[in-house]
């Protein structure tokens, strides 16, 4: 199936610091943008990309895409606004739909085929990862409730979707809704979602301190 690929890349990396938006900067060299887009461009079963940027950054963008062919659109507030505007730029002729963070540029071509796979027999595909510590609830200090982890898991991108089931799920949201991923989006419309063993080292740049991990990922030659 035409299979089409958005990246979200209209944040601002408030919590990761840094002085510029964490999707553009370097790593081992080379941007966070160009290293997620680079496995996407070069999967052979993704046939086009979008990358929803802040228009701000437009330069930034230019420069860590280089020669990557890209559709570039301008994003919104919240991730779920910066996906609706990907949405809207995909090509006619996109079946599947792969939407996935900047921020994540450790994916593998494995990972992407575990979530196309899925998408023959389910709507949606969500990659996801067991939890190991234990969970708690509390405020103020105070540790209240343990959490029962069954049953819980922890979720990645890229997501995969049918495109027709996704953008009926994203007419019926209202405009202002934000959700924390699409699989949301598309849980709220009633979608089934299949979950994908998600992977480790996939994980996203959020805090200052990924970035000094994926360092050592890069300088230990694991990818
Ligand atoms: N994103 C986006 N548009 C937004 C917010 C987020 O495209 N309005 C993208 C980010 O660029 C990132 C992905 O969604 O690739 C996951 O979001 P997150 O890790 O929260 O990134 P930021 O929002 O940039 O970071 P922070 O929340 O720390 O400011
Ligand atoms: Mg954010």
Redesign the pocket.
Known sequence: PRTAAI??????????GGGI???YRMLGGVAVLRRTAEVLDRHPGVDSLVV???PDDARLAHEALGDIEAVLVP?????T???RAGLAALPGNAELVLIH????PFVSAALIDRVIDALARCESALPVLPVSDALWRGSEGLAETAIDRSGLFRAQTPQGFRLDALLAAYDRLPDDTAMADDAEVARAAGLSVATVAGAEENF???LASDFERAEQILTSGDC
């Open positions: 990246i979200v890349a209209a944040g601002r990396g408030e919590r990761a938006p964490k999707q929803v940027i802040n994003g919104g507030a919240t991730r606004a910066s996906v963070d900047a921020a994540r996203k740049l959020t």
